[in-house]
């Protein structure tokens, strides 16, 4: 079972930040917090990832609450492009495979 | 983007035929991947491998087997295949553990239809 919960759809408006939340309210202190997204059915493309301090990279920041149980993604700047489904996912430190995965928020861009 | 190939990129086939896909990676990483996606699931893990012939099961196993005789390629075989087999397959890569998070890259996935 996904060790996640997201809303199952979101709007923005292009040129706004979009805001996704995620709420891992069982993550354990080992496991890192990870944000992959899928458009169409493309393969999914990992857009960044987190432990307990926020991350920014080219495309996305990470904000993680100090209690840890819950994230926010945030596309600052969005376009119609990025509209896709966006996946939060827990891996557990050091295991390679164990993603599980969720059903994901379909985050819609408009115009 | 990360050099995963994966091929065919579409077949149909007939229930109780073999089929065999194939992933393809330049970027010589240790750790490969073989997921199922189907409506209203997420990914579900079928097999991985850690280096060459070194596979275990993941979370939806049965019916699949797999092979890695180069590090380069992970191929994911269905012995018998049946309709409920019908799926996208998507191979992901990611490089060795040593720092415990790295990333999986994920290649753009099989369309598989068995009739």
């Known amino acids: 079972d996904a060790k996640t919960t997201q809303p199952p759809s979101m709007d923005c408006a292009e040129g706004r930040a979009a805001n996704l939340p995620c709420n891992h309210s069982t993550i354990s202190g080992n496991e890192y917090v990870y944000w992959y997204r899928q458009i169409h059915s493309q393969g999914p493309q990992y857009i960044i990832h987190g432990l307990k301090n926020n991350e920014t990279n080219e495309m996305a920041s990470l904000i993680i609450t100090e209690d840890r149980k819950s994230s926010t993604l945030i596309l600052p700047h969005a376009t119609l492009r990025d509209t896709a489904v966006y996946y939060c996912?827990?891996?557990?430190?050091?295991?390679?495979?164990?993603?599980?995965w969720g059903a994901g928020t379909k985050l819609i861009i408009k115009p | 983007d990360a050099g995963i190939t994966q091929s065919p990129r579409h077949k149909v086939t007939e229930t109780g035929t073999p089929v065999t896909l194939r992933c393809h990676q330049t970027e010589n990483h240790r750790y490969m991947y073989w997921y199922r996606q189907d409506p209203g699931h997420g990914l579900r893990l079928i097999h991985y491998?850690?280096?060459?012939?070194?596979?275990d099961k993941g979370e939806v196993s049965d019916g699949y087997s797999v092979s890695r005789s180069k590090t380069e390629d992970f191929l994911l075989t269905l012995e018998s295949a049946t309709s409920s087999q019908t799926s996208v397959y998507f191979c992901?890569?990611?490089?060795?553990?040593?720092?415990?998070?790295?990333?999986?890259?994920f290649g753009d996935g099989t369309r598989l239809s068995i009739l």
């Open positions: 491998s850690y280096g060459v012939k070194d596979t």
């Open positions: 992901a890569i990611s490089e060795s553990s040593g720092t415990h998070n790295q990333p999986q890259h």
């Open positions: 996912i827990v891996r557990v430190d050091g295991s390679n495979y164990q993603l599980i």
